[in-house]
T-cell receptor, first 112, second 116 residues
Framework: GENVEQHPSTLSVQEGDSAVIKCTYSDSASNYFPWYKQELGKRPQLIIDIRSNVGEKKDQRIAVTLNKTAKHFSLHITETQPEDSAVYFCAAGYSSASKIIFGSGTRLSIRP | GAVVSQHPSRVICKSGTSVKIECRSLDFQATTMFWYRQFPKQSLMLMATSNEGSKATYEQGVEKDKFLINHASLTLSTLTVTSAHPEDSSFYIC????????????FGQGTRLTVV
């Protein structure tokens, strides 16, 4: 089955700087890669996703890149703000309505 | 947009008792739903896939007789934790993806289970 690895487990950046979180996946058939933000005790919220037919996607301060050959994908947050502090999860699955497997999570802290 | 609702949000039960958690898709029909468990400061671990009208598919290491899943309709899946023990205390969260819509997975609010 699919296995998703995520690094780093914790990340602290100065407000205004960029943050990068990296993930790898094992199932070459996976073609859907969402990123979630989770605040304490809350449900995960989708912040961006990418499908395997594109290599990069951007939404304001957030961007995701995908390298299918290497089976890794990354989340980039630019101009970080205090409200970006949360736990971020990458995930991988199929674009059909099937299961999604999560990475181990990254606790992002933004220093004022 | 599509919404998944989960109930209850919090439950405390005594050791040895059973607890049922409900997950409903409000805006779409879900032939499959997914149950995850999340321990503090850890990731969401997939427990099982709930299949409407048939048996659930459990992930390796998850006891199917302890975590009973029923998906009797296209909008409702239930997870029953049977003979609960303190080590079952966790955050349980369900998810569903609209087969007719975009591929986004929608999550319920989660259920904080505490077994005392």
């Amino acid at each position: 089955g699919e296995n998703v690895e995520q690094h780093p487990s914790t990340l602290s950046v100065q407000e205004g700087d960029s943050a990068v979180i990296k993930c790898t996946y094992s199932d070459s058939a996976s073609n859907y890669f969402p990123w979630y933000k989770q605040e304490l005790g809350k449900r995960p919220q989708l912040i961006i996703d990418i499908r395997s037919n594109v290599g990069e996607k951007k939404d304001q301060r957030i961007a995701v890149t995908l390298n299918k050959t290497a089976k890794h994908f990354s989340l980039h947050i630019t101009e970080t703000q205090p409200e970006d502090s949360a736990v971020y999860f990458c995930a991988a699955g199929y674009s059909s309505a099937s299961k999604i497997i999560f990475g181990s999570g990254t606790r992002l802290s933004i220093r004022p | 947009g599509a919404v998944v609702s989960q109930h209850p949000s919090r439950v405390i039960c005594k050791s040895g008792t059973s607890v049922k958690i409900e997950c409903r898709s409000l805006d779409f029909q879900a032939t499959t739903m997914f149950w995850y468990r999340q321990f503090p400061k850890q990731s969401l671990m997939l427990m099982a896939t709930s299949n409407e009208g048939s048996k659930a598919t459990y992930e390796q290491g998850v006891e199917k007789d302890k975590f009973l899943i029923n998906h009797a309709s296209l909008t409702l899946s239930t997870l029953t934790v049977t003979s609960a023990h303190p080590e079952d205390s966790s955050f349980y969260i369900c998810s569903a993806r609209d087969p007719q819509g975009d591929t986004e997975a929608f999550f319920g609010q989660g259920t904080r289970l505490t077994v005392v």
